[in-house]
């Protein structure tokens, strides 16, 4: 793997709203991240699927986003193989 599994961004100010990912294994967690995060109080900020690579994605780069109730962003992506190669 060539990139980190969890990613702490500690450039922005704490009062700043964070944005946090988790890499999943598959396409079904990045699914199932998505619906949980719902469940649990979440906001819709990106609906799972495929993210174009016209919009600075990497190919493959399947992700959800979901705002927490604070207004953070939280992600869950899987990075299709043929993109980690």
Same mark, same amino acid.
């Given at each position: 793997?060539?990139?980190p599994v969890f990613w702490i961004d500690r450039f922005h100010p704490h009062s700043v709203k964070q944005h $946090?990912? &988790?890499?999943a294994k598959s396409r079904a967690e990045?699914?199932?991240?998505? $619906?949980?995060?719902?469940?649990?109080g979440g906001t819709d900020h990106g609906a799972p699927g495929?993210?174009?690579t016209s919009a600075g994605?990497?190919?493959?780069?399947?992700a959800? &986003?979901?705002?927490?109730?604070?207004?953070?962003?939280?992600?869950?992506?899987?990075r299709e193989r043929q993109?980690?190669?």
């Open positions: 793997m060539d990139y $946090t990912a &988790f890499v990045v699914d199932a991240f998505y $619906t949980a995060a719902l469940r649990a495929l993210r174009p994605y990497p190919s493959g780069y399947y959800a &986003f979901v705002l927490d109730p604070d207004g953070n962003n939280m992600e869950a992506v899987y993109a980690q190669r």
